[in-house]
């Protein structure tokens, strides 16, 4: 088993975290991680917010929760807020290849962000469920920017590594031949 798939194996989503303040260099060490994900064309279409002093960290928490999810997000120590940002793809590309792979670039790259993380010592979980609007306007983040995605971060606290359900790979594997 190589050292990436015991990461990938240790990485779970963390909803239970310890009162500690994630260091800021963990923080860029996650982000220099997601920056190395590919990107189509090398657009890298994202931009991350970083809650992370008490004030900041409350205000996310609670605009990260919703009526019957996320309820768990006041334990977390740090927010990323991830915004979709504009792709310049070249103008060169035929116009049949201008699709718009901005959720994908982003979802490789907190995938790297998130193994960063596990290899760090922290946990993290992707919050698809928040109040766009009010995150926004708290951080003032320009209005025509879209949060794609936030991930809520911090120690976890405990270090047991929950047993991975998943499909046999015969359901995801079909060989062309």
Known sequence: MTELIKIMNRRQSCRKFLEKRVEDEKIVACVNAASLAPSA???QPYHF???NTPETVA???????????????????AFVLV??????MPATLPEASRRDFRQYDIGLALENFCLEATELGLG???????NEEKLKSSFRIPSPKKIALVIAMGYPESEEV?????????????YLR
């Open 162 to 174: 929950r047993p991975k359900k998943r499909r046999a790979l015969e359901e995801s594997i079909t």
């Open 49 to 51: 917010y970083v809650a």
């Open 83 to 88: 915004t979709q940002e504009h792709a310049n």
């Open 59 to 77: 205000t996310a928490a609670e605009y990260c929760k919703g009526d019957s999810v996320n309820k768990w997000v006041n334990g977390a120590a």
């Open 124 to 130: 993290t979980c992707i919050l698809g469920c928040f």
């Open 41 to 43: 064309c090398n657009t």
